[in-house]
Structure formats: C-alpha cells, structure tokens
C-alpha cells in the first residue's frame, strides 16, 4: 500500500506520495536519502527542510518542488528532455521527469496541443515551414503560428510537428496561483531566501500576501546587518529593497533606497567595521583611478532611470536624492551628502577630471581627521 503524508495544499490531491519521492529524490523506502556521492546533495536539502518544517518537512519539501516543476512545465516535453542544472544543485532533484509524470497522472498538467508544439518551435522553424507551403514569412512569432494553423491542414501539421509539451490544466493553474510565491522566488535572490525558507515565512502569522512578507523580511535583515555593522551587507540589502520597489512601480520609494545605497557606497565602510583597522582600508580610498570607494555603474544607472520615469530635472533629481542622504548616519563617511550627490552625476556623465578632483578634497579632509593614518 502507498504510504501517504498530509498535505493542506491543492497540489496532488492534497496528498504527498512517497512513490514519487524515491522516483524524484532517490529516497530509500524508510524516507531516508541513499547516501551515494551522486545523492549526497538529497541528505543536505532533506535534513534543512525536515527541520524546518518540523514533522511535516519532507511534504513540504515536495510540495514546494512541485509548484516549481509546474511553472516549468510548459518549457518540456512529454519526452526527450535535457533539464537545467539547478533542479540537481540548487533543489537536489534527479529525474524530472517523473514529477512531471506524478503530476499528469493527478490531473495539474495534460499534454499539449498542436497550438503549443508549434509555439515551442524557433521562428526560423516555422518560417521554413510556411516557406515550403509558399506561405508568406514576414510577421512576430504569434502570426508565423496563426498563420500555419490557419492555413495548413492540421492533419499535416500534426505529422510534421509531433513532439508535445506539456500544459497546464485548470487545477494546475490553481496550484500556481495559489503558490506563486516558489517561482518568484526561485528566479530573485533576495538574502538568504530560498523557496522553503519563504514558505516557512508565508505560513506563519500574521498572514499576508507574499510580497509585504518579503518586504518585511528584507526590513529586518538590513536593520541586523546595520546593528552588526555590516554596512556591505546592508548596502546590499537595501539594493535588493530597490529593485522590489521598482517591481511595483513604487519608483519614488526605490529612488530613497538607491539614495541610500549611493550613500554607504561612498562612505568607506564595509562589514564587520572596526574603526581600529580603519588604516588597513583607508590605502585603498584614493585616488579617485584606484579608489575601492566608487559607485558600481549599475547603481549610477539605476539612479537615472529612477529620474526618466520620475520625469525629474537634475535639480529635482539632485534635491530628492540629498533630501534622503541628509537624514542617513554613518560612523565614517569620506563624502559630505552634497559631494555624494555631486558624485552620481559625476559619474553619470563620465567626468573623471571632475571626480579626480572631489576625490582629493576628500582625501585632503580625511588627513585632517585622522592625521596618523595612510591614505
């Protein structure tokens, strides 16, 4: 008899089969990974979400997959595939296939249609074959399918073009609406998070939708990374609280963030700032040429598309920008907010002479400040 454990999800019947398990995970019949240098990477993500997901770990485990499985469904076919390396070294899952199957079988997925074969295929594919049916090629990929399905026998069509992916049905649909978290996640690094790490997170109270979660979540980490005095970390944190913003249009919120990370880019600071081994980094401040203390040009970039969507003149620009910056705090900071915000337009408009100079007015206060360190 198939052992069965709880589930509350739609996914798979609101059951998790161990069948599917041993198939997917190279499980043995006790539930325990076989222990192989190919299966190793099984024992590591089934210890990790056993514990935390307590009792229930191991369904949640699979539950989670599944979802992922789903959203890549209809990138596969029913057969022949070759499957990316994150399903073995990111989520330790050696056939693929079978969970596919699993969920064929139980009626989240059905195989495709004529429509969907063609739309798999390349448009240079198609433009063939309506080349060969003396078919004009011109036209976006949508109208080289609409074309041949219009004007070919299906009955030909289905002879030349055999190989069927995989759709999703209504209740598979469901499934990943419900869950649309595992996706998102799986495609975004944000922190530490991973797909079960969020699921743990989604299913606690207070109850929320995903994204005010992760935001919340993002919130926390960058103030402990603040308290630690893991400025890099927070920086990063606080990068990552800015792209979220911009997903959701929220463009005058991201354009605070990106403030505040031009802000503690150009600060000095790092992670696990001490001030006693401030020598040891301030080598490394200027010049401006070989300076560590600079603004990655994704952020100056970044920062400029904030002002085109916001519409802002460089004085609008420049006064949002130092409006943020005056209100951050550091320990140390090479900059004024002023210079800072001079600084990104520096660099916006590739002004070397410019930043050359800014960098060694700098260079010359930080002597004054702190006369008995190199710099």
Known sequence: MKETLPSSSVLVGCTCQWDDAEHILGLTASGIPRITLDTLPNLRFYIKHLALRGS???????????????????????????????????????????????????????????????????????????????????????????????EIPHEELNSRFTKRTYQLTELGKQALEEESYVPYIHRHTLEDMDIWSLNKIIHEPPYMPYRDKIWGYLNKRSMEHFAAGNFGLYRNCRHHMSNFLMEEKKIIDALGMLSEVVFYDLSGLGNNYDPQYLHIFAEHFFPYKDSTVTMAPGITSAVMNCQKELNLTDEELKAALLDRMKRLSAPLHLFTPEECVDIVFMESRGETDALTNIYAKARRRFKQNFPGIKC
């Open 56 to 150: 229930d770990g191991f369904c949640e485990h699979f539950l989670t997959l599944s979802v992922l499985v789903l959203d890549y469904a209809g990138s596969y076919y029913t057969e022949g595939n070759s499957f990316q390396g994150f399903w073995w070294y990111r989520y330790g899952v050696r056939n693929v296939d079978n969970c596919l199957r699993s969920l064929l079988d139980r009626g989240f997925l059905q195989v495709g249609d004529l429509q969907s074969a063609i739309e798999k295929e390349t448009a240079a594919v198609l433009k063939d074959e309506l080349k060969n049916h003396g078919l004009k090629v011109s036209g976006k990929k949508d109208e080289l399918v609409q074309r041949l399905l219009i």
